[in-house]
């Protein structure tokens, strides 16, 4: 489903001016502290009381959208999403598979959040810094609630999760912030549980109708 199809108004943030939503551009080079200036930019803009975190290399099913969070302080993921790399015959997921792009939450929670985000990581330098992923970033994770602060994660937020009645497809491709991680030997920890079906079997979706 398109993201136009939700029903939900949409409030986006780039690099150049696009025609999506209520658009806002931010100055900066692609970059983890300039998708931080991004998610804050729609944080701020937006009325809603809950936001749903969207990325334009996810196919969003609309049962994702029928979610309404019980709690304000607690970060939500939806835990019914396949991986798939991009032209691939398969599609993967594993019991760590909680991203960013999955997340529901109360609005004034997740703006708290990520604003003492950008200003540790500001007072940390990274604007300043030429690694792509600077060491104690990647040990600090970046899915809220997921790392408590004493296996050095950045709070002490938590989360849960929910699942749609039908699938997020992540897809995966050279472009993406991080990793693909679509094998068992990409991961230096392995998962608990790992899954693999043919990509033309996730439920719900025709990736062939949609990319072929």
Known sequence: MQLLDSGLPIYSASLEPI??????????ERSYPTMLKQIISCLNRSPSKYVFFAEHDVLYPKSH?????P??????????????EFGTAKAIRHDRMLSQSC??????????????????????????????????????????????????????????TWSSEYPLVDIRHPGTFSRSKVSLKEFTHQPKWWEEIPADQIEGWDLKELFL
């Open 65 to 69: 959208f029928a979610f309404t969070p």
């Open 19 to 28: 025609d999506f939503g209520i658009n806002e551009v931010i100055e900066g």
């Open 71 to 84: 709690k304000d302080n607690i970060f939500y993921y939806n835990e019914n999403c396949w991986r798939w």
């Open 103 to 160: 997340l529901c939450v109360n609005r004034e929670f997740a703006l708290d959040h990520y604003l003492r985000r950008q200003k540790l990581i500001e007072e940390k330098g990274w604007g300043n810094i030429k690694s792509h992923e600077p060491s104690w970033a990647r040990i600090m994770g970046y899915e809220p609630g997921q790392k408590k602060k004493k296996r050095g994660g950045f709070s002490d937020d938590d989360y849960e």
